[in-house]
């Protein structure tokens, strides 16, 4: 797919992406890569362009573009360019109302649910913190229950307890995802697979993958996130790892590995057959005797 802007800036060359149902890729890449180009291109929202969109097999067009985006979801960025009506439950239903669904009481409630908002269902949205607006956004698109999930920047603009709460809410959902974030550190925690896009797509692999490829990140403008950092330094220092963590979790299991690899090596340097670590030892029960 090749895409450029009215000005003919050219916002995406050549890129070629396939997503499985059931998974969730991530796209990352820095402020002008064209992560939400993609996105709206995906949704429909963005037309005419070079190439081929196919949503369950079917190419998207200008004649079956509203039909085929009720397969797909976008939620913005911001969430405040998407609610706008009086209480969460309104806002929530507005969209399957508008397509002429049905069970409009049941999609809403299991969106809710789905979100973890079901207590607010008659607050007033504009009333909430950022961060439950952004889950509001979010069940709005969940009440449509489209095939796969668009979210552009979901932890932009969160604190860290609202981030840590979207990341684990997005992650234990069920529904196949393409996240365009700048967040390697969230997008560890949530995705299946990254695409590093430039315009062009630079890579493919595992976020391990990618922060392994520290030239592909300089080039693409992206930071290693704090404890990759931290795990880098210890490789410079003499303490090899296998690879670098992006995530806690990530982070826990290759910190056991060093601390057991090095807990190894440090037995066989005191073993019997060590003169210096027999001394050592001889020495210590002199002293633990009184001698």
Known sequence: MTYKYEDGTMALRDVDLSIERGEKVAIVGPNGAGKSTLLNLVAGFRMPFSGRVLIEGRELNHENADELRSEVGLVFQDPEDQIFMPTV???????????????????????????????????????????????VAIAGILAMEPEMLLLDEPTSGLDPRARLELVKLLREMDKTMLIAT??????????DRAVVLNVSVVMEGTMSDIVMSKKVLQDAGLELPPVSKLFDAMGRMGYPVDSLPVSMDQAVAELT????REAKRTSELRGPGNPRSDRKSRQSDARGNGD
């Open 182 to 191: 700048h967040d390697l550190e969230a997008a560890a925690e949530i995705v």
């Open 257 to 260: 590995r060093v601390i057991d």
């Open 89 to 135: 439950e309104e806002d929530v239903a507005f969209g399957p109302r508008n397509l002429g669904l049905d069970d409009i009481d049941a999609r809403v409630t299991r969106a809710l649910r789905s979100a973890g908002i079901e207590g607010l269902a008659k607050r007033r949205p504009h009333r909430l913190s950022y961060g439950m607006k952004k889950r």
